[in-house]
C-alpha cells in the first residue's frame, strides 16, 4: 500500500462557536463526522509527519494503560467535524494492543496539518 503524504497549512478553520462551546464543556461531538484520511499505521507513516505533541501526550499519559503509551503501535485516522470543514480537525489514535481509541482535536486557526490517502 502506497500513501501519498503532505502538510497543509491552513489559516483559519470555518468559525463555529457554538461547536467551539460544546467542546469546551466536554460534551459529545456532533454526529457530523467525515472520514478525512483512512486508518493506516501510525508506523507505516513517516517519523516527523505526524505532531511531535500528540506522541508526547501518549508517552508522557500516566492515566492511560501502558501499551497506549507507545504510539508507533497505534492505528491513525483522521476526521472532518463538519462536511463543510475544508480540513480535517479530529485525529484519532487507535491502540493495538487494547483497541482504545485517544482522540485529538484540532481547533487553531493557523495550523500546519497532516494529509494522507492511499494512492489509487
Ligand atoms: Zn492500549
Avoid at 51 to 62: A, C, G, I, V, Y
Avoid at 76 to 99: G, V
Wanted: aromatic share 8%.
Amino acid at each position: 500500500m502506497k500513501l501519498l503524504l503532505e502538510h497543509l497549512h491552513i489559516t483559519g478553520h470555518t468559525p463555529r462557536p457554538a461547536r467551539r462551546r460544546a467542546q469546551f464543556k466536554g460534551e459529545v461531538l456532533p454526529e457530523t463526522l467525515v472520514d478525512a484520511c483512512p486508518r493506516v499505521r501510525v508506523a507505516d507513516l513517516p517519523p516527523g509527519f505526524l505532531k511531535k505533541k500528540w506522541f508526547e501526550h501518549l508517552e508522557q499519559n500516566q492515566q492511560i494503560a501502558s501499551c497506549c503509551r507507545h504510539p508507533e503501535n497505534h492505528f491513525i485516522e483522521a476526521k472532518r467535524s463538519h462536511p463543510e470543514e475544508p480540513a480535517p480537525d479530529i485525529y484519532q489514535f487507535f491502540c493495538d494492543r487494547c483497541n482504545k481509541k485517544h482522540t485529538f482535536v484540532c481547533m487553531g486557526l493557523e495550523d500546519t496539518l497532516p494529509i494522507w490517502k492511499v494512492a489509487a
